[in-house]
C-alpha cells in the first residue's frame, strides 16, 4: 500500500471538499523576489490532504503555470523538463482542444488572452460571508507585499440542493486514491476480482509516486517539484441551459417521453438514480444506497 505524504499534498487532489462557495483569484508575477515570498507566507493558508480535526470555514489551494514558474526564476534545468502540454498551454493547443469560433483565445477574457495568469488562487469556503472574509485576508496579503498583482477574479457556488445547472444530481463520483485513507465505493477506483473495487495507484494523480504499471511518471527536477504535486486545468464552459430544454422538447415524441429521454442521455434520471438499475423511473431509496448509487 502507497503510504502518501498528505500534509505535503494539496487535498483537493484527492478528496473533495465539500465547501459550496468559490472564488478564483488570478495573478501576475511583477517581482520574482516579492512574489516568492508572499507565497511563502500563504502557505500556512492551503487545504492539504491531511485529516481535518475539523472542518474549515474556508481556504486556500494554489497553482502555477508555466509562465508563472518561468516568472518565479525556475532554472531551465527544471522547465525544460516540464510535458509540453504544459509549457504550451491551452491557448496554443486550441486546434487540439476544440476551442475555435466563438471558444477561440482570442474571444477568452482578458487575463487568459493574454497569459498573465501566472498563479490561481483557490478559495473555498463554507458560505458567502467566509469566502469575503478569505477573499479580503489575501488581497491584503498581496497590497502589503506587493510582487503580484491581481489580473482576474471569478466566483462561484454549487447550486441549491446538489444538482448542477442541467438539473441533475451532481456529487457521486470521486476516484479513490491509493494512501488516501478514503476507502473506495463500488464504481470510485478500479475494478478488482469478485466485483471488488481497489483505489487507483496514486501516480495516477500525483508526482513522485508509482502509477497503475507500477512506473513513476517522468517529473522536472528537483525533488520539490517531482513530488507530492500534481497538474490541473482551469476551464471555464458555459452549460447552455436553454439549448438543452429546447433540444429535449422537440424530442418529446421520443418512446417513453421527455424525462426518459433525458436519462438516456446523461445515464441517470435527473434525481441521480442510475438509469440501469431502474430504467422504469426515478428511486430515492438507490439515491442514497452508496453502495449502488454509482456503482
Known amino acids: 500500500m502507497t503510504e502518501l505524504d498528505l500534509p505535503n499534498i494539496q487535498g483537493f487532489v484527492i478528496r473533495g471538499y465539500r465547501l459550496p462557495a468559490a472564488g478564483y483569484l488570478f495573478l501576475r508575477v511583477d517581482d520574482a523576489g516579492r512574489a ?32 508563472g514558474l518561468q516568472a518565479l526564476g525556475i532554472p531551465d534545468s527544471s522547465l525544460d523538463a516540464f510535458p509540453d502540454e504544459f509549457r504550451a498551454g491551452m491557448a496554443e493547443r486550441a486546434d487540439v482542444l476544440g476551442d475555435v469560433g466563438d471558444s477561440a483565445p482570442s474571444q477568452w477574457e482578458e487575463c487568459f488572452r493574454t497569459g498573465d495568469a501566472h498563479v490561481l ?40 440542493g446538489g444538482t448542477e445547472h442541467f438539473g441533475y444530481a451532481d456529487g457521486f463520483a470521486q476516484p479513490a486514491i491509493e494512501g488516501s485513507e478514503v476507502e473506495p465505493l463500488p464504481g470510485q477506483g478500479a475494478p478488482a476480482k469478485g466485483g471488488r473495487w481497489r483505489p487507483i495507484r496514486a501516480g495516477e494523480f500525483i508526482l513522485g509516486y ?21 497538474y490541473l486545468v482551469y476551464r471555464k464552459l458555459e ?57
Do not use: C
Not at 511563502?40 to 474549515?56: C, D, F, I
Not at 472574509?133 to 503580484?148: K, P, Q, S
Not at 441521480?272 to 431509496?285: K, R, Y
Open 121 to 160: 488562487v483557490m478559495v473555498s469556503a463554507k458560505d458567502a460571508a467566509a469566502l469575503d472574509a478569505r477573499d479580503r485576508r489575501m488581497r491584503e496579503i498581496l497590497d502589503r507585499n506587493g510582487g503580484l498583482t491581481v489580473v482576474g477574479h471569478q466566483v462561484g457556488a454549487a447550486l441549491p
Open 210 to 230: 508509482p502509477d497503475e504499471e507500477n512506473a513513476l511518471p517522468a517529473a522536472p527536477p528537483p525533488d520539490e517539484l517531482s513530488r507530492n504535486g500534481s
Open 36 to 67: 516568492r515570498t508572499l507565497l511563502g507566507e500563504v502557505m500556512p493558508h492551503v487545504l492539504t490532504a491531511a485529516r481535518w480535526s475539523q472542518k474549515p470555514e474556508s481556504g486556500i489551494n494554489l497553482a502555477l503555470s508555466f509562465r
Open 239 to 295: 452549460q447552455e441551459v436553454a439549448a438543452f430544454r429546447r433540444t429535449l422538447a422537440a424530442a418529446a415524441l421520443y418512446p417513453g417521453g421527455e424525462e426518459l429521454l433525458a436519462a438516456k442521455l446523461v445515464g441517470r434520471w435527473r434525481d441521480g438514480t442510475p438509469l440501469d438499475l431502474s430504467p422504469g423511473g426515478p428511486d430515492p431509496a438507490i439515491v442514497a444506497d452508496r453502495q449502488r448509487n454509482n456503482a
